[in-house]
């Protein structure tokens, strides 16, 4: 199969830069779809399988958020400097720098479906289509149900995280492979991890400022400034067609999720039975044709 055309560049935002990478002609007749990856403090590496998505001569935009990936990093700010909002501008900002602010698909996987949805709330004009995946509603039901999947956990790995979150020697080994038990059981179940999904992980390990701010020191133990955030009761506010995805072993649980598709007039939900947190890597055909089909519908 004929590898795909890409460009690059910097997106200007304020005294930072915004990374992107567009596959294919921003200049097609079919309006170009926005992929916003999670963490916060991550990159767009473990989402590239989607620029596939560019085979049908439909644009795929990539980014990575400021403080993570090849965009500016800021280890130095205060820590009030990372919030949704400034997330939010630089999308926006991303967007009309692009020119394509007038018509345009928005996929927002983990933390980015939390941000897909926190733009989506505020009516941007050129929006036509949302896909929120994997992702929670609200990081107090994200809490509950990361406590419930962690007592499933064999005695020793959940004697571990206690002992080391409690001393707060979250960096030692012990801590990291007893994280690591949980990861293969609910954030992707390819084992060995696909190298986009070690790459994403270890551009975040190489500067954790953002997502030990606003996230914590791993999925499951959130203490970071994002602990209390919810949009559930401004999801009504979204009237563009949504799909919210999610895995059966999704450490985004139905509980997580369903707030989504409940709150979002004519929202569809579409579980991947033998998927995680990350399905499109884990049933990435079934995954790429269920958002084919959506934004073709």
């Known amino acids: 199969m004929e590898p795909l055309l890409f460009t690059e560049g910097f997106a200007p935002f304020g005294p930072l830069e915004t ?13 170009p779809l926005v992929v916003v990856h999670g963490g916060p403090g991550m990159s767009h590496d473990y989402l590239l399988c989607l620029a596939e998505l560019g085979r049908s001569g439909r644009p795929i935009i990539h980014y990575d958020q400021v403080g993570g ?11 009030a400097f990372w919030t949704p909002k400034l997330f939010v501008d630089e999308l926006d900002n991303l967007l009309y720098f692009l020119g394509v602010a007038d018509e ?12 897909a949805a926190e733009y989506a709330v505020t009516k941007p004009r050129g929006l036509r289509r949302l896909i929120i995946s994997n992702s929670p509603a609200s990081m107090p039901l994200w809490i509950e149900a990361a406590a ?31 994280t690591q038990e949980f990861y293969d059981r609910h954030l992707c179940r390819v084992i060995p991890n696909p190298p986009e999904l070690i790459a994403t992980t270890e551009h975040m390990l190489a500067d954790p400022t953002v997502y030990f701010t606003m996230n914590g020191p791993n999925e499951f133990h959130c203490i970071g400034t994002l602990k209390e955030w919810s949009i559930i009761d ?21 509980s997580c999720v369903a707030p989504f598709a409940e709150e979002i007039p004519g929202a569809q939900w579409m579980v991947f039975e033998g998927s995680s947190h990350t399905p499109f890597l884990e049933e ?13 519908d």
């Open 69 to 79: 990936g090849r965009s500016t990093h800021a280890p130095g700010k205060d820590p």
């Open 104 to 115: 345009f698909d928005l996929l927002g996987q983990s933390w980015g479906g939390m941000l």
């Open 19 to 31: 990374w992107y990478r567009i596959t294919g002609d921003l200049e097609s007749a079919i309006p």
């Open 234 to 254: 401004r999801l009504n506010q979204i009237e563009v067609p949504t799909l919210v995805l999610s895995g059966a072993f999704d450490e985004a649980t139905p």
């Open 148 to 178: 419930q999947l962690r007592s499933e956990l064999p005695a020793d790995v959940r004697a571990t995280l206690q002992v080391h979150e409690a001393d707060g020697t979250t960096d030692h080994p012990n801590y990291v492979a007893a």
């Open 284 to 296: 990435p055909e079934a995954y790429l044709a269920a958002v084919e089909e959506f934004l073709q």
